[in-house]
Protein backbone atom coordinates (compact mmCIF):
# COMPACT_ATOMS: atom_id res chain seq x y z
CA UNK A 1 0.00 0.00 0.00
CA UNK A 2 1.33 3.62 -1.27
CA UNK A 3 0.54 6.60 1.11
CA UNK A 4 1.96 10.27 0.46
CA UNK A 5 2.05 12.31 4.14
CA UNK A 6 1.41 15.52 3.78
CA UNK A 7 2.40 17.70 6.90
CA UNK A 8 4.99 19.28 8.92
CA UNK A 9 8.34 17.07 10.37
CA UNK A 10 11.61 17.45 12.26
CA UNK A 11 13.34 19.71 11.97
CA UNK A 12 10.27 21.80 11.73
CA UNK A 13 9.76 22.65 15.48
CA UNK A 14 7.04 21.57 18.01
CA UNK A 15 4.84 19.07 18.71
CA UNK A 16 2.88 18.68 15.67
CA UNK A 17 5.99 17.70 13.69
CA UNK A 18 7.12 15.50 16.29
CA UNK A 19 3.36 13.84 16.26
CA UNK A 20 4.07 13.77 12.41
CA UNK A 21 6.91 11.64 12.86
CA UNK A 22 5.78 8.67 15.01
CA UNK A 23 2.79 8.64 12.57
CA UNK A 24 4.73 8.24 9.68
CA UNK A 25 6.81 5.73 11.56
CA UNK A 26 3.98 3.76 12.78
CA UNK A 27 2.15 3.38 9.34
CA UNK A 28 5.55 2.17 8.20
CA UNK A 29 5.60 -0.49 11.03
CA UNK A 30 1.82 -1.47 9.64
CA UNK A 31 3.51 -1.68 6.04
CA UNK A 32 2.74 1.04 4.33
CA UNK A 33 5.39 2.72 1.92
CA UNK A 34 5.00 6.16 2.92
CA UNK A 35 6.60 9.00 1.23
CA UNK A 36 6.62 12.82 3.02
CA UNK A 37 5.77 16.06 1.97
CA UNK A 38 6.50 19.11 3.80
CA UNK A 39 6.86 22.64 4.42
CA UNK A 40 9.15 24.71 2.83
CA UNK A 41 7.60 27.57 4.27
CA UNK A 42 4.42 26.52 6.42
CA UNK A 43 2.76 29.80 7.94
CA UNK A 44 2.63 33.62 7.30
CA UNK A 45 4.55 35.71 10.18
CA UNK A 46 2.05 37.04 11.54
CA UNK A 47 0.14 33.72 12.07
CA UNK A 48 3.18 32.09 13.86
CA UNK A 49 5.55 33.82 16.15
CA UNK A 50 8.15 31.29 16.98
CA UNK A 51 11.21 29.14 15.96
CA UNK A 52 11.04 28.53 12.58
CA UNK A 53 13.43 25.44 12.67
CA UNK A 54 14.50 23.33 15.68
CA UNK A 55 18.29 23.50 15.99
CA UNK A 56 19.04 20.33 17.43
CA UNK A 57 16.82 18.18 14.96
CA UNK A 58 17.99 16.27 12.10
CA UNK A 59 15.59 16.65 8.98
CA UNK A 60 13.43 13.65 8.75
CA UNK A 61 14.29 10.95 6.86
CA UNK A 62 13.68 11.07 2.95
CA UNK A 63 10.83 13.69 3.26
CA UNK A 64 10.54 16.07 0.60
CA UNK A 65 10.26 19.96 1.98
CA UNK A 66 8.68 21.44 -1.10
CA UNK A 67 5.18 23.43 0.62
CA UNK A 68 4.94 27.20 1.08
CA UNK A 69 1.93 28.77 2.16
CA UNK A 70 1.77 31.36 -0.59
CA UNK A 71 2.77 29.18 -3.68
CA UNK A 72 0.02 27.30 -5.23
CA UNK A 73 2.19 25.79 -7.55
CA UNK A 74 3.56 23.81 -4.78
CA UNK A 75 0.19 22.62 -3.34
CA UNK A 76 -0.62 20.90 -7.00
CA UNK A 77 2.74 19.53 -7.46
CA UNK A 78 2.47 17.86 -4.20
CA UNK A 79 -1.08 16.47 -5.18
CA UNK A 80 0.09 15.32 -8.12
CA UNK A 81 2.95 13.22 -6.33
CA UNK A 82 0.48 11.64 -4.25
CA UNK A 83 -1.64 10.93 -6.92
CA UNK A 84 0.83 8.03 -7.59
CA UNK A 85 -0.57 6.35 -3.92
CA UNK A 86 -3.54 5.18 -2.29
CA UNK A 87 -3.78 6.86 0.09
CA UNK A 88 -3.26 10.40 1.40
CA UNK A 89 -2.69 11.37 5.28
CA UNK A 90 -2.79 15.06 6.34
CA UNK A 91 -2.54 16.15 9.82
CA UNK A 92 -5.04 19.27 10.32
CA UNK A 93 -4.24 21.94 12.60
CA UNK A 94 -5.18 25.10 11.67
CA UNK A 95 -7.70 26.72 8.43
CA UNK A 96 -4.71 28.57 7.37
CA UNK A 97 -3.94 25.29 5.67
CA UNK A 98 -7.50 24.59 4.41
CA UNK A 99 -6.92 26.17 0.62
CA UNK A 100 -3.20 24.68 0.49
CA UNK A 101 -4.77 21.14 1.86
CA UNK A 102 -8.02 21.42 -0.27
CA UNK A 103 -5.80 22.15 -3.24
CA UNK A 104 -3.32 18.90 -2.63
CA UNK A 105 -6.01 16.81 -2.02
CA UNK A 106 -8.10 18.23 -5.64
CA UNK A 107 -5.07 17.34 -7.47
CA UNK A 108 -4.05 13.64 -5.73
CA UNK A 109 -7.46 12.46 -6.30
CA UNK A 110 -7.20 9.28 -4.03
CA UNK A 111 -9.04 8.91 -0.53
CA UNK A 112 -7.86 11.48 2.20
CA UNK A 113 -7.35 10.16 6.38
CA UNK A 114 -6.82 14.09 8.21
CA UNK A 115 -5.64 13.23 11.34
CA UNK A 116 -7.29 16.40 12.80
CA UNK A 117 -5.15 18.33 16.10
CA UNK A 118 -7.67 21.03 17.02
CA UNK A 119 -10.96 21.09 14.93
CA UNK A 120 -10.99 25.14 15.31
CA UNK A 121 -8.42 27.07 16.34
CA UNK A 122 -8.04 28.80 19.85
CA UNK A 123 -7.56 32.24 18.78
CA UNK A 124 -10.26 32.31 16.26
CA UNK A 125 -10.59 33.74 12.65
CA UNK A 126 -13.12 34.94 10.48
CA UNK A 127 -14.32 31.72 8.63
CA UNK A 128 -12.64 29.09 10.45
CA UNK A 129 -15.78 26.84 10.33
CA UNK A 130 -16.61 27.25 6.95
CA UNK A 131 -12.96 26.39 5.80
CA UNK A 132 -12.84 23.27 8.43
CA UNK A 133 -15.93 21.73 7.48
CA UNK A 134 -15.17 22.62 3.36
CA UNK A 135 -11.96 20.49 3.91
CA UNK A 136 -13.25 17.51 6.46
CA UNK A 137 -16.29 16.89 4.66
CA UNK A 138 -13.99 15.90 1.46
CA UNK A 139 -12.61 12.94 3.95
CA UNK A 140 -12.96 9.13 3.92
CA UNK A 141 -11.61 9.52 7.57
CA UNK A 142 -10.80 11.36 10.00
CA UNK A 143 -9.05 10.15 13.53
CA UNK A 144 -8.80 12.15 16.57
CA UNK A 145 -7.45 11.93 20.39
CA UNK A 146 -10.64 12.87 21.97
CA UNK A 147 -13.82 12.37 21.97
CA UNK A 148 -13.97 16.21 22.36
CA UNK A 149 -12.51 16.66 19.28
CA UNK A 150 -14.39 14.01 17.34
CA UNK A 151 -17.93 15.78 18.57
CA UNK A 152 -17.07 19.40 16.85
CA UNK A 153 -15.82 17.17 13.87
CA UNK A 154 -19.20 16.10 13.54
CA UNK A 155 -20.32 19.12 13.52
CA UNK A 156 -18.30 20.20 10.63
CA UNK A 157 -18.67 16.74 8.81
CA UNK A 158 -21.17 14.55 9.59
CA UNK A 159 -21.22 12.27 7.44
CA UNK A 160 -17.30 11.33 7.46
CA UNK A 161 -16.07 8.26 9.47
CA UNK A 162 -14.63 9.48 12.97
CA UNK A 163 -11.89 6.80 14.87
CA UNK A 164 -11.06 8.31 18.63
CA UNK A 165 -7.51 6.93 19.33
CA UNK A 166 -5.21 7.90 22.78
CA UNK A 167 -2.32 10.20 22.16
CA UNK A 168 0.62 8.59 22.91
CA UNK A 169 4.21 9.83 23.74
CA UNK A 170 5.33 12.03 21.35
CA UNK A 171 9.16 11.32 22.44
CA UNK A 172 11.14 8.48 23.78
CA UNK A 173 11.14 9.54 27.80
CA UNK A 174 12.32 7.34 30.08
CA UNK A 175 11.06 7.64 33.65
CA UNK A 176 13.72 9.27 36.12
CA UNK A 177 13.90 9.03 40.16
CA UNK A 178 11.77 12.31 41.78
CA UNK A 179 13.29 14.63 43.58
CA UNK A 180 13.77 15.12 46.76
CA UNK A 181 11.08 17.13 48.36
CA UNK A 182 10.31 19.55 50.02
CA UNK A 183 10.06 21.36 48.27
CA UNK A 184 7.31 20.15 46.12
CA UNK A 185 8.59 20.76 42.09
CA UNK A 186 5.69 21.79 39.62
CA UNK A 187 6.04 22.08 35.82
CA UNK A 188 4.19 24.11 33.57
CA UNK A 189 5.47 23.05 30.06
CA UNK A 190 4.65 24.43 26.62
CA UNK A 191 4.60 27.57 24.26
CA UNK A 192 3.62 30.23 26.93
CA UNK A 193 0.30 31.53 26.10
CA UNK A 194 -3.34 33.08 27.16
CA UNK A 195 -5.10 29.81 26.74
CA UNK A 196 -2.71 27.82 28.56
CA UNK A 197 -3.36 29.49 31.65
CA UNK A 198 -0.11 29.28 33.45
CA UNK A 199 -0.80 32.61 35.16
CA UNK A 200 -2.89 30.52 36.97
CA UNK A 201 -0.69 28.35 38.28
CA UNK A 202 1.31 30.77 39.65
CA UNK A 203 -1.96 32.24 41.49
CA UNK A 204 -2.01 28.63 42.61
CA UNK A 205 1.37 28.55 44.07
CA UNK A 206 0.52 31.37 45.59
CA UNK A 207 -1.81 29.73 47.44
CA UNK A 208 -0.12 26.56 48.56
CA UNK A 209 2.90 29.31 50.19
CA UNK A 210 0.21 30.91 52.09
CA UNK A 211 -0.65 27.82 53.42
CA UNK A 212 2.92 27.16 54.50
CA UNK A 213 3.37 24.69 52.04
CA UNK A 214 6.95 24.78 49.93
CA UNK A 215 6.88 24.76 46.73
CA UNK A 216 8.72 25.94 43.07
CA UNK A 217 7.20 26.19 40.16
CA UNK A 218 8.83 26.47 36.70
CA UNK A 219 7.34 27.73 33.70
CA UNK A 220 8.93 26.40 30.87
CA UNK A 221 8.71 27.09 26.85
CA UNK A 222 8.49 30.15 23.69
CA UNK A 223 7.49 33.19 24.55
CA UNK A 224 4.05 34.10 23.20
CA UNK A 225 2.53 36.40 25.91
CA UNK A 226 4.34 39.75 26.94
CA UNK A 227 7.47 38.99 28.29
CA UNK A 228 7.90 41.93 30.60
CA UNK A 229 4.46 41.56 32.06
CA UNK A 230 5.96 37.14 32.80
CA UNK A 231 9.05 39.13 34.01
CA UNK A 232 6.61 41.17 36.59
CA UNK A 233 4.86 38.35 37.42
CA UNK A 234 7.34 35.95 38.45
CA UNK A 235 9.29 38.44 40.53
CA UNK A 236 6.75 39.81 42.45
CA UNK A 237 7.75 39.87 46.45
CA UNK A 238 5.33 37.25 47.74
CA UNK A 239 6.69 34.68 45.41
CA UNK A 240 10.23 34.89 46.91
CA UNK A 241 11.80 33.52 43.80
CA UNK A 242 9.81 30.08 43.91
CA UNK A 243 8.49 30.46 40.49
CA UNK A 244 11.60 30.28 37.79
CA UNK A 245 10.87 31.02 33.81
CA UNK A 246 12.22 29.43 31.40
CA UNK A 247 11.06 31.33 28.19
CA UNK A 248 12.80 30.10 25.19
CA UNK A 249 12.49 27.39 22.76
CA UNK A 250 13.02 23.67 24.53
CA UNK A 251 14.73 21.12 22.17
CA UNK A 252 12.84 17.67 22.16
CA UNK A 253 15.85 16.07 24.42
CA UNK A 254 15.95 18.49 27.01
CA UNK A 255 11.91 17.43 27.42
CA UNK A 256 12.44 14.33 29.80
CA UNK A 257 15.04 16.11 31.55
CA UNK A 258 12.47 18.56 32.50
CA UNK A 259 9.94 16.41 33.53
CA UNK A 260 12.61 14.25 35.82
CA UNK A 261 13.51 17.20 37.77
CA UNK A 262 9.78 17.93 38.89
CA UNK A 263 7.06 15.96 40.71
CA UNK A 264 4.22 16.72 38.57
CA UNK A 265 2.69 18.41 35.32
CA UNK A 266 0.52 21.16 36.16
CA UNK A 267 -1.87 22.11 32.69
CA UNK A 268 -4.47 24.88 33.73
CA UNK A 269 -5.54 25.53 30.44
CA UNK A 270 -8.46 27.41 30.01
CA UNK A 271 -9.46 26.07 26.75
CA UNK A 272 -7.83 23.03 24.58
CA UNK A 273 -8.61 19.77 22.41
CA UNK A 274 -5.65 17.65 23.81
CA UNK A 275 -2.79 18.24 24.78
CA UNK A 276 0.81 16.06 23.89
CA UNK A 277 2.25 17.30 26.71
CA UNK A 278 -0.10 14.94 29.03
CA UNK A 279 0.92 12.14 27.48
CA UNK A 280 4.92 13.16 27.94
CA UNK A 281 3.82 13.40 31.39
CA UNK A 282 2.55 9.88 32.02
CA UNK A 283 5.62 8.47 30.33
CA UNK A 284 7.70 9.98 32.94
CA UNK A 285 5.94 8.80 35.15
CA UNK A 286 4.65 11.99 36.23
CA UNK A 287 0.63 12.66 37.34
CA UNK A 288 -0.59 15.65 35.91
CA UNK A 289 -3.28 17.98 37.74
CA UNK A 290 -5.53 19.68 34.74
CA UNK A 291 -8.41 21.67 33.99
CA UNK A 292 -11.85 19.79 32.88
CA UNK A 293 -11.64 21.63 29.55
CA UNK A 294 -11.10 19.48 26.14
CA UNK A 295 -10.43 16.31 26.24
CA UNK A 296 -7.59 16.45 29.21
CA UNK A 297 -10.42 14.97 31.74
CA UNK A 298 -10.32 11.76 29.24
CA UNK A 299 -6.67 11.37 29.44
CA UNK A 300 -6.15 11.56 33.59
CA UNK A 301 -9.11 9.15 33.89
CA UNK A 302 -7.90 6.78 31.67
CA UNK A 303 -4.50 6.73 34.13
CA UNK A 304 -5.93 7.77 37.21
CA UNK A 305 -2.27 9.75 37.27
CA UNK A 306 -3.56 13.03 38.61
CA UNK A 307 -6.76 15.47 39.02
CA UNK A 308 -8.88 17.54 37.06
CA UNK A 309 -10.08 20.81 38.50
CA UNK A 310 -12.45 24.06 37.06
CA UNK A 311 -10.55 26.64 34.69
CA UNK A 312 -9.89 29.69 36.66
CA UNK A 313 -9.90 28.72 39.82
CA UNK A 314 -6.54 28.68 41.44
CA UNK A 315 -7.84 27.82 44.90
CA UNK A 316 -9.23 24.50 43.22
CA UNK A 317 -5.74 23.58 41.58
CA UNK A 318 -3.87 24.68 45.05
CA UNK A 319 -6.57 21.56 46.53
CA UNK A 320 -5.73 19.33 43.99
CA UNK A 321 -1.83 19.43 44.30
CA UNK A 322 -2.18 19.22 47.58
CA UNK A 323 -4.05 15.80 46.72
CA UNK A 324 -1.75 14.22 44.39
CA UNK A 325 1.22 15.09 46.31
CA UNK A 326 -0.39 13.14 49.07
CA UNK A 327 -0.13 10.19 47.12
CA UNK A 328 2.63 10.95 44.93
CA UNK A 329 3.90 7.35 44.71
CA UNK A 330 0.44 6.03 43.37
CA UNK A 331 -0.05 8.85 41.33
CA UNK A 332 3.08 8.42 39.46
CA UNK A 333 2.22 4.64 39.14
CA UNK A 334 -1.20 5.05 37.44
CA UNK A 335 0.58 8.03 35.57
CA UNK A 336 3.03 5.13 33.69
CA UNK A 337 0.37 2.67 32.95
CA UNK A 338 -0.15 2.86 29.71
CA UNK A 339 -1.04 0.57 26.11
CA UNK A 340 -1.63 3.36 24.15
CA UNK A 341 0.72 2.50 20.54
CA UNK A 342 1.51 4.80 17.42
CA UNK A 343 0.36 1.54 15.09
CA UNK A 344 -3.23 1.93 16.83
CA UNK A 345 -3.35 5.93 15.41
CA UNK A 346 -1.66 4.12 11.85
CA UNK A 347 -4.15 1.54 11.48
CA UNK A 348 -7.22 3.74 12.16
CA UNK A 349 -5.81 6.07 9.12
CA UNK A 350 -5.08 3.47 6.80
CA UNK A 351 -9.07 1.98 7.03
CA UNK A 352 -9.82 3.60 4.07
CA UNK A 353 -6.91 2.04 2.01
CA UNK A 354 -7.35 -1.28 3.03
Not at 12 to 31: D, Y
Not at 127 to 137: N, T
Not at 218 to 232: H, Q, S, V
Request: with cysteine; hydrophobic share 45%.
Amino acid sequence: MKVTFVGPVPPLPGGIAQHSARVIEALRTCGADVSVLSWASQYPPVIYKGQKRDPGATSFPGARFMLRWWDPTSWVRAGRIAKQSDLLVMPWVTPVHAVPQRTIATSAKVPVSYLVHNAIPHERMPFDEKLASASMRRAAQIVVHAQSVADAVHELAPAVPVAVVPLPPQLPIDPQPRPPRPPLRLLCLGLIRHYKGFDIAVEAVRVLRNRGIEVECTIAGEMWDELEEWERRVAAPDLAGSVTLQARYLADDEIGTLLGAHHMLLAPYRSATQSGVLSLAFAAQRPVVATDVGGLRESIEEHGGGAVVPPNDPEALADAIVKVADDLDGAAARAGATSWTWENVARALLRPAM
